[in-house]
């Protein structure tokens, strides 16, 4: 009689988990645990609307568990402590469970192992948050790649791992004390946006429904943020409410029925789940993304303080009707548009010549899918210091992205109520008068400010700063 634990990370489902699927198969009862950690005093990162997807997706777990005859144990505090003692509680012989690819999973990781050899059980670990492992997309001489497009074409030959079969049954013994499915009381938080639908059935319901509908339309709308054509499924790879396998695979499968346009748009999205894993494999190897540039020859930028001007940003009221109306949504949803998280990022870095780790911070706390790797990736491209960024003289003009990808209007006068009667022309172009009697007038002049860029950019990579901005900087961080 084999007894093993899963332990659920970032994969909140019980379809197509391979560490789950791998202990179900291997053993005669399953001790399916989730560690609630205490995030408070640890992560200064997250914030109510993660926090209350989570509760949602323990909730949907624990229900699909029940409904194949499992239990979900909740517990909390530190996971090696408390998987130990659930090893002495259970007398349970392995622990399965899916890899993370961040250094904060990588760490904990390690730990278990050192913890598990000590009690001389067995772990089992697999690759489930990606289709590829950080290192096994490689360069010819076997080094990580820094560039996306030989990282997407070395990604696309490699054979991918198959959508694995149901679980039909799984057994939870013996009797064991679990906490209940928290709510977000259990953090002393309250909710503060309306956030999308959480756990598998939702996910699952939400990627057919672009399989058979949006997805032709993806790589011709993708960047209209009025348009919503994109598949929201962020927050569900964030959290494994869904495998990238399903995700990739129902798009093959979706090729398979068409050609031409829709196969390109199928195409083209693909490409965007292809930067997710470019994104993961970059901060798995070069975890220092985290607290710095990613490039070295932007080390001695400038960057200001202003904390009106952050906060004018926060709360959405730049007079920047673009900018303002990202700021709006994700401030009410939790979510907002790829096009539009490009635009804000760069507005706080190169209008306001705000540090990109200050925007990094306030997108952690805010967005439910927020991704350690893909919102330093974002955040790092945006602001030209990344992996494969955006050059850093291609600085966005908000005003002529509201032209291209807002025509009308649409996106802005949903998140901005002041603007809802004005003439979107005039979100296109800087204003000479006030918008609206209620909305405020731009908080700088873009022509300007990108001026200003543009030479700070110039003389960091010259190399003519004096050091005694670099030490400022450094004392400011
Ligand atoms: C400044 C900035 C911060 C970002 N922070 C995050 C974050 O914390 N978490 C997160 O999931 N995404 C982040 N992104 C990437 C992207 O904006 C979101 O993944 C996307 O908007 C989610 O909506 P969707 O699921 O409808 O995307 P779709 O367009 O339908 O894309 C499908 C999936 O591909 C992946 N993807 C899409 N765009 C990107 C991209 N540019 N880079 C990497 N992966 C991508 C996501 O997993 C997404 O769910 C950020 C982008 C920027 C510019």
């Known amino acids: 009689m084999r007894r093993v634990i899963h332990w659920f990370r970032r994969d909140l489902r019980i379809t197509d988990n391979t560490a789950l699927w791998h202990a179900c198969n291997e053993s005669d009862e399953i001790i399916p645990v989730y560690i609630l950690s205490t995030w408070k005093k640890r992560h200064s990162w997250t914030g109510p609307n993660r926090q209350e997807f989570l509760c949602g997706c323990l909730e949907s777990l624990s229900r699909n568990l029940e409904a194949i005859g499992g239990r979900l144990i909740l517990r909390a505090g530190d996971p090696v402590q408390e998987l130990e003692k659930l090893i002495h509680e259970t007398h349970a012989d392995r622990i399965y469970f899916n890899r993370g690819t961040d250094p904060y999973s990588i760490e904990v990781q390690q730990q278990l192992e050192q913890v598990s050899e000590k009690l001389n059980i067995q772990t089992f670990s ?3 948050t990606t289709i590829f492992d950080p290192n096994e997309v490689l360069t ?69 429904d672009f399989l058979n509908g949006a997805i032709g339309a993806y790589r011709e709308k993708r960047n209209f ?15 494994g409410t869904l495998s990238p396998r399903q995700v990739y695979f129902g798009c093959v499968e979706a090729s398979k029925e068409t050609s031409g346009t829709i196969r390109r748009s199928i195409d083209s999205y693909v490409n965007e789940l292809v930067w997710r894993e470019f994104y993961m494999q970059i901060l798995a190897h070069f975890p220092g993304v985290l607290d710095d540039d990613f490039s070295d020859q932007f080390f001695a930028l400038q960057w200001d303080e202003n904390d009106s001007a952050l906060k004018r940003w926060c709360d959405g009221v730049t007079g920047f009707p673009i900018v303002d109306a990202g700021m709006r949504e994700l401030n009410a949803t939790g979510f907002m548009p790829n096009r539009v998280r490009m635009i804000v990022a760069m507005f706080l870095t190169k209008d306001l010549h705000l540090h ?9 706390q805010k967005l439910v899918d927020g991704d350690m790797a893909l919102n330093n990736g974002g955040w790092q491209w945006s602001a030209g210091t990344g992996a494969d960024a ?21 996106y802005i006068k949903t998140w901005v109520p002041e ?16 918008l609206a009697k209620d909305y405020p007038m731009p908080i700088v002049d873009h022509a300007a400010e990108r001026l200003k860029t543009l030479e700070r950019f110039n003389r960091a990579r010259r190399g003519a700063v004096s050091v005694s901005v670099r030490a400022r900087r450094a004392a400011a961080m």
């Open 390 to 410: 955006a050059p850093y003289f291609r600085i966005q003009n908000p005003w002529s992205q509201t032209k291209r990808y807002d025509p009308a209007g649409l």
């Open 225 to 239: 943020p009025g348009e919503r054509v994109t598949s929201r499924l962020s927050q569900d790879l964030r959290f």
């Open 126 to 128: 697999y690759k489930d």
């Open 356 to 364: 990109w780790r200050k925007g990094e911070r306030y997108f952690m």
């Open 140 to 208: 010819r001489e076997g080094h990580p790649f820094r560039v996306f497009t030989p990282y997407a074409r070395t990604w696309h030959q490699q054979e991918k791992p198959s959508i694995l079969p149901k679980i039909r049954t799984l057994q939870t013994l013996p009797p064991l004390f679990s906490l209940p499915v928290p709510t977000l009381d259990y953090w002393g938080l309250t909710s503060e946006s309306k956030i999308i639908e959480s756990g598998e059935k939702a996910a699952r319901k939400r990627l057919t």
């Open 419 to 434: 603007l809802r009667e004005v003439d979107p022309i005039r979100f296109t172009q800087s204003p000479t008068a006030r």
